[in-house]
């Protein structure tokens, strides 16, 4: 099964910016990454999805190498209502041959003032 | 825009007591539905998904079962809970199987 690899946890400062970087060597042809946010007693937030190259929406970037084999989640200036566990997935929701879309324990960014 | 809904926010229930948490979307047809269960301070277990009315697929053999009644409802239920069903249980949605999953608020269950 395709396995996903990320820091347990991050620190940062306001203003910076953040790269948090997911390994899947065994990141199958049809698969997707997709990174999500999860505040405390919620329900985790979609963030960004991508295949390959570069994708940029109005709260982040994702970089994907030609190898698809690792992906970066990028956040620009950072804020304290930042601070979230963030998880990277690769695959499909169901059914796909790598994984069901199974959630690490994520990585835990620490934004400080 | 579509919506989730899901409740109850928390509940505590005995061991040994039926459970039954409802799911509902709002605003799309034909989604594909997830019951997901998160131990304290760990990842997400994926427990159920359905493509379709009447169709469920179980990921982790346990006390529970999953039901949709309806197009957009989603239920998940146990006749009798043990110590370990305590959790943060979230319902999502998502257009296909490459779409991105869109999370409820969850609800929180201890059983006592």
């Known amino acids: 099964l395709a396995k996903t690899t990320q820091p347990i946890s991050m620190d940062s400062y306001e203003g910076q910016e953040v790269n948090i970087t997911c390994s899947h060597n065994n990141i199958a042809t049809n698969d997707y990454i997709t990174w999500y946010q999860q505040f405390p007693s919620q329900g985790p937030r979609f963030i960004i999805q991508g295949y390959k190259t570069k994708v940029t929406n109005e709260v982040a970037s994702l970089f994907i190498p030609a190898d698809r084999k690792s992906s970066t989640l990028s956040l620009p200036r950072v804020s304290l209502s930042d601070t979230a566990v963030y998880y990277c997935l690769v695959g499909v929701n169901y059914g796909g041959a790598t994984n069901k879309l199974i959630f690490g324990t994520g990585t835990l960014l620490a934004v400080q003032p | 825009s579509q919506t989730i809904h899901q409740w109850p926010a928390t509940l505590v229930q005995p061991v040994g007591s039926p459970l039954s948490l409802e799911c509902t979307v709002e605003?799309?047809?034909?989604?594909?539905l997830y019951w997901y269960r998160q131990a304290a301070g760990r990842g997400l277990q994926l427990l159920f998904y359905s493509v379709g009315i009447g169709q469920i697929s179980s990921e982790v053999p346990q006390n529970l079962s999953a039901s949709r009644p309806q197009d957009r409802q989603f239920i998940l239920s146990s006749k009798k809970l043990l110590l370990s069903d305590s959790g943060f249980y979230l319902c999502?949605?998502?257009?296909?199987?490459?779409?991105?999953?869109?999370f409820g608020n969850g609800t929180r269950l201890t059983v006592t």
């Open positions: 605003g799309t047809s034909n989604p594909n």
């Open positions: 999502a949605w998502a257009r296909d199987r490459d779409s991105p999953l869109h």
